[in-house]
């Protein structure tokens, strides 16, 4: 992942980076993944995560 600086606007190019960095899912998963999980409790926030995912696309579909 790339974010150019111009005019020496670091602040601006962090934004950017960040909100790259968050759109990609990498906070979500670094917070995930920061404590153990317990596997029935992984299965079923990947069962909860899927289901979202299924949703999201019929809603498209449907329209």
């Known amino acids: 992942m790339e974010v150019r600086v111009i005019d020496n606007d670091?602040?601006?190019a962090l934004k950017?980076?960040?909100?790259?960095?968050?759109?990609?899912?990498?906070f979500k998963d670094l917070k995930i993944r920061r404590a153990y999980e317990k596997p029935s409790v992984k299965k079923k926030r990947?069962?909860?995560e899927a289901?979202?995912?299924?949703?999201?696309v019929r809603r498209?579909?449907?329209v």
């Open 51 to 56: 289901r979202r995912r299924y949703t999201k």
């Open 60 to 62: 498209r579909r449907s």
């Open 10 to 12: 670091v602040e601006k």
């Open 46 to 48: 990947k069962a909860i």
């Open 16 to 26: 950017i980076l960040k909100n790259k960095l968050s759109k990609s899912g990498l």
